[in-house]
């Protein structure tokens, strides 16, 4: 009796176990599928609907200097928003950039592990500001104070946001760094240590060269991040569509672009309409080069121990 009801319980246990091998990797699929299929809608939505607006406006006014979108004559030249972007987004890392990478040397080599697992989270709650917030301390904060030190700073400019925007993503290049760093193995800082090496020296001459793979990737990474951002320069950069590379003056990258014309400026179907989704196609495009630099970087200069 005893070894007929062992039995049933294993063969239930059976059917109920290839039920499952069946069914999970069908559930698994699918939530992969869905990620896939976002994506390339979300790309070929860009693509169709750029693509009308590079048919309507010539090539070599697409590539001008001249951008008045609203204007009697309209002029849709991409370069002012190019260079503000890019504009914006150097001086972000040449805050982010030195602040991250001495924040991660000392995390990694220098602080002991009771400051450091106090530290890393309080420096990582920067990451969780909501970004409309640094637009505004941006704006209300740092340009006024930046105005007091620097004659002829306009009240909406290309240093602010970028000094701000640099803040921002001050801890995603200390926490990837970090990780590269922390991934050196000892065996490597005792080596170093056992010649007479200071610790200054171990982090620049052996953790650095031997983590450089993961930290270029940060910058890389932190870049596309710059540029992808939106709240900070639509508030404290403002909307002058100016070809300049002067950062007292105010500018406008490509997200305030389209933060500006999905408010309502641009009727539907309008080449100003299909104008945003050509920005959006080269914000994109942007954005992917920089993440595929970033893989490549990695690969390229990783360290196999």
Known sequence: MNNNVREIILKNNKKQKKSL?????????????????TTIGIV???????????????????????????????RFGILP???????????????????GLTSAIY???????????????????????PTIVYGFFAYSFVTPLLMAVIPGLEAKNALSPGIVMGIMIIPLVTSLSEDAMNSVPNALREGAYALGSTRLEVAVKVVIPAAISGIIASFVLAISRAI??????????????????????????????IVEFTSGDAGSGTVGYYSLYAVGLILFVFTLLMNLLAQYISRKYREEY
């Not at 091998?21 to 990620?35: E, G, H, K, R, W």
């Not at 928003?81 to 602040?99: D, E, F, K, Y």
């Open 44 to 74: 070929l939505t860009l693509v169709f609907d750029a693509l009308k607006f590079f048919r309507a406006v010539p090539f070599a006014d697409i590539f001008s200097t001249q951008l008045a979108p609203l204007a009697a004559n309209p």
């Open 228 to 257: 992808g951002e939106t709240m900070i320069v639509t508030i404290a950069s403002g909307s002058s569509k100016n070809f300049t590379f002067d950062i007292t003056k105010s500018i406008q990258t490509m997200t305030a672009y």
């Open 107 to 129: 995390l990694s080599e220098f602080a002991t592990e009771k400051i450091r697992k106090r530290l890393k989270p309080i420096m990582e709650l920067l990451a969780g500001i």
């Open 81 to 99: 928003l190019i260079n503000g972007t890019i504009l914006t987004s150097l001086i972000a890392m040449m805050v982010a950039i030195p602040v």
């Open 21 to 37: 091998d069946n069914v999970m990797p069908v559930i698994f699929f699918t939530a992969a599928l869905i990620s896939i299929i």
